[in-house]
């Protein structure tokens, strides 16, 4: 069964700073997804960023980006320029797509405060 | 922009009651999904559904739940006796196809007292 793992209950950074949040999973399938959700107070689900495992280029939007490794089964998450607005909770999700099941598979999440 | 919705966003009930939590899926979409979250916890798969039948279930979800798409528009999720261990945050999602993003509506708090 998949599994995924997020090593960080907690992450400070100061404004305007980067900082990096860690996810890894595992999988036997050769094809997924991956995303990055973030949960601010208001407990809503906001899609961050995703990632096709399929495409070796790493997922860029705007301040978010990604480094994906597969062979190491990493999925970070680094979010630059860092803003109050994104203090939230951040959660990782993995989908497969080979499996014939297509749920999400979420990580127990990263809380992350920005100092001003 | 199309978006899922979801009422109530809170929802109030004593412990044995029946609920029905009410999710109007993005209006192409066919696939639909419950999620739960307990407070402090991680989100967890409850259910997927498309073409009017249950195409994916958790442990979690038992007897004690039900889906439907009573209409072209409505995805319900009914809990039947609930438990003080139910209260939490309920999402739903939807997506076009099964190999699609699942767009996630602002869930719904269930308080069992």
């Known amino acids: 069964a998949q599994t995924v793992t997020q090593s960080q209950p907690e992450m400070s950074v100061q404004e305007a700073e980067t900082v990096t949040l860690s996810c890894t999973y595992d999988?036997?399938?050769?094809?997924?997804?991956l995303f990055w959700y973030k949960q601010p107070p208001s407990r809503q689900m906001i899609l961050v960023i995703r990632q096709e495992a399929y495409k070796q280029q790493n997922a860029t939007e705007n301040r978010f980006s990604v480094n994906f490794q597969k062979a190491a089964k990493s999925f970070s998450l680094k979010i630059s320029d860092s803003q109050l607005g994104d203090a939230a909770m951040y959660f990782c999700a993995y989908r497969g797509s080979t499996s014939g099941t297509y749920k999400y598979i979420f990580g127990t999440g990263t809380r992350l405060k920005v100092l001003a | 922009e199309p978006e899922v919705t979801q009422t109530p966003s809170h929802q109030v009930t004593q412990m044995g009651q029946e609920v029905i939590l009410r999710c109007v899926p993005i209006s192409n979409h066919l696939y639909f999904y419950w999620y739960r979250q307990i407070l402090g916890q991680k989100v967890e798969f409850l259910v997927s559904f498309y073409n009017n039948e249950i195409s994916e279930k958790s442990e979690i979800f038992d007897d004690q739940f039900s889906v439907e798409r009573p209409d072209g528009s409505n995805f319900t999720l009914k809990i039947r006796s609930t438990k003080l261990e139910d209260s939490a945050m309920y999402f739903c999602?939807?997506?076009?196809?099964?190999?699609?993003?699942?767009?996630f509506g602002p869930g719904t708090r269930l308080t069992v007292l």
């Open positions: 999988t036997s399938e050769s094809d997924y997804y």
């Open positions: 999602a939807s997506s076009e196809l099964y190999v699609d993003e699942q767009f």
